[in-house]
């Protein structure tokens, strides 16, 4: 086993030539194929066309959309001609991406109409008033200065926007030389993709990864699972996450096995598409695997083709595996680790036991180095002793964009990244994960920072303040829970704090437990006792048979 030193567009080329009609991309629901040679084609197209509008080596290039069949071309592209990619949770509302667009300095944004509920175009007409008395390629924005362009993902056309046949058109028509000449500058260790993380603290960070980074993960990744050219690995889960972007899609870039697509999470066509296309892999969070073995039409699809997957982002129930074992025919494997660290820094092995597959989030990953550390102290934790789960290697992130002071509070002078984590390793080099230091709430998958709700809540009239804590979940591992003291006199009902949350952040993001207090539970330094209110919130739902979902 080794680390190899390819960017992206490396490793595109060389199956394109290895196995030029191999299926690389599969939309069962569409009968879409791409073959390996024709994808590269389209990527080449794509990226000389980003050149013709202005996207250089360095570039930001923005993805705002759900697993369409050219998010993954734009990923290739940006990668081909060194421009960096930044991946957009689609559940962003107005507030959220006005703060990544400003953050990121983004060049270029690559929209799709959105998610139910979500209007893209609506929202990024809304924030950049200019763009429609502007023509395309000349946005001149005075709140986003940096940002020159906007793509439509599609064949629509909207004012002050290229569609997606317009970019590959003057790609089509666009010499081979620049391409060539800007590929043979690039270096593996640049960086490649951007990915907005509400990381250990606070705000969102942009996690600046490099081609090294994440095709290096990904690539041990499938080695865990035994992944060949053989392999289709049905993707259900978002592009814009590590999960689906470098567990997946690196995996299938690195050992030419061919990607099926979901384009959005839905239980029947995630079935179907295994059915049909004998998909050999799957990958989900615990939800997304319960929604399949609960669908009154499971029986009716064959999952024998199905050998193996990832079960993530949230705490992963063992009579859920076990069905997933017997019903999927699945050796189902865990990864531990965190967008900063590309993400895997450990994963349970396909040929573990099911026990240790169960129990465990597993070994290191190769050329990695993982070591429990004792907060306090700052010394290694010995077998069996909890501390906070830290790494260093080839996947730790190359930093927070903008943002060196927030770099320097998790990577420590020794070069290990702190995670935030609490964590023990057993006698047999297995891990753990037994609790957090930080109070980051982990929804179904998705990182919420308590502090960044909070700030939000803090606009709200009337809520003098306001404290954000995870809530246990049935469903989704963990939900979000605001406990509000009010101003004097002021009158606010919880349906008046979801409404002031709605069309501004994320769902995901809006509290689903809202309580009303006077005081909140201090320390004897005036801290805020947060594992308190988690108590409290139990009672209090409790008292007023309010059922925890």
């Known amino acids: 086993m080794q680390l190899y030193d390819r960017t992206l567009g490396d490793w595109l080329e060389y199956w394109a030539t290895e196995t030029p009609d191999h299926d690389y991309i599969v939309y069962s629901d569409r009968n879409l194929h791409f073959t390996w040679s024709a994808f590269n084609t389209r990527v080449d197209n794509m990226a000389k066309g980003l050149l013709a509008i202005g996207v250089i080596k360095g570039s930001h290039v923005g993805i705002w959309a759900q697993n369409v069949p050219d998010w993954l071309t734009f990923l290739y592209a940006c990668a081909k001609i060194g421009a960096v990619a930044v991946t957009v949770n689609t559940s962003y509302k107005s507030h959220e991406l006005a703060f990544v667009l400003e953050n990121s300095d983004m060049h270029t944004l690559c929209i799709t109409d959105g998610v139910s509920g979500n209007d893209y175009v609506e929202t990024i007409n809304t924030l950049i008033p200019e763009l429609k008395t502007t023509q395309r390629g000349k946005l001149q924005s005075l709140r986003f200065p940096e940002l020159k362009n906007l793509i439509y993902i599609g064949q629509e056309k909207h004012r002050g926007m290229y569609n997606t046949a317009e970019i590959l058109l003057l790609g089509a028509n666009k010499t081979e030389d620049e391409l060539i000449e800007i590929k043979q500058s690039l270096h593996c260790h640049d960086v490649i993709n951007m990915q907005y993380t509400s990381g250990t603290t606070g705000f969102p960070k942009g996690v600046m990864l490099s081609h090294h980074n994440i095709t290096n993960n990904g690539f041990l990744t499938g080695e865990h699972m035994k992944f060949t050219q053989a392999d289709k690995l049905c993707i259900c889960v978002p592009l814009f996450h590590c999960f689906g972007v470098v567990l997946a899609t690196m995996n299938c870039l690195t050992h030419g096995s061919t990607q099926v697509m979901i384009e959005k999470f839905d239980p029947l066509i995630t079935l179907a598409s295994i059915h049909k296309e004998r998909c050999t892999a799957l990958y989900g969070v615990p939800t997304m695997f319960i929604a399949e073995l609960n669908h009154p039409m499971f029986d009716l699809f064959d999952m024998s083709s199905l050998r193996t997957g990832i079960m993530a982002g949230a705490l992963c129930p063992i009579e859920l595996m076990r069905q997933v074992n017997e019903k999927m025919h699945m050796s189902i494997t865990s990864v531990y680790g965190l967008t900063e660290t590309s993400p895997g820094m450990t994963q349970t092995r396909v040929d573990d036991s099911f026990e240790v597959r169960c129990t465990t989030v597993g070994s290191t990953y190769e050329f990695t180095e993982v070591a429990v550390i004792d907060p306090v102290t700052g010394e290694n934790c010995p077998v069996g002793v909890q501390g906070e789960m830290c790494c260093r290697g080839y996947n730790v992130m190359k930093g927070y964009y903008k943002n060196p002071e927030a770099t320097s509070q998790v990577i420590d002078k020794n070069g290990f990244l702190h995670s935030g984590d609490l964590g023990v390793q057993d006698a047999d080099g297995n891990y753990r994960i037994t609790g957090r230091i930080k109070d980051m709430i982990i929804r179904g998958g998705e990182n919420i920072s308590p502090h960044e709700i909070e700030e939000f809540l803090y606009h709200m009239p009337g809520v003098k303040d306001a404290q954000v804590v995870a809530i246990a979940s049935p469903r989704y591992g963990e939900d979000v829970g605001v406990f509000i003291i009010p101003h004097e006199a002021a009158e606010i009902t919880t349906e008046d704090v979801r409404d002031f949350c709605k069309d501004k952040i994320a769902r995901y993001k809006i509290p689903r437990y809202i309580f009303f207090v006077n ?31």
């Open 519 to 549: 005081e909140y539970p201090l320390t004897g330094s005036g801290k805020i006792q947060k594992f308190k209110l988690r108590e409290m919130a139990l009672e209090i739902c409790k008292q007023q048979d309010i059922e925890i979902i």
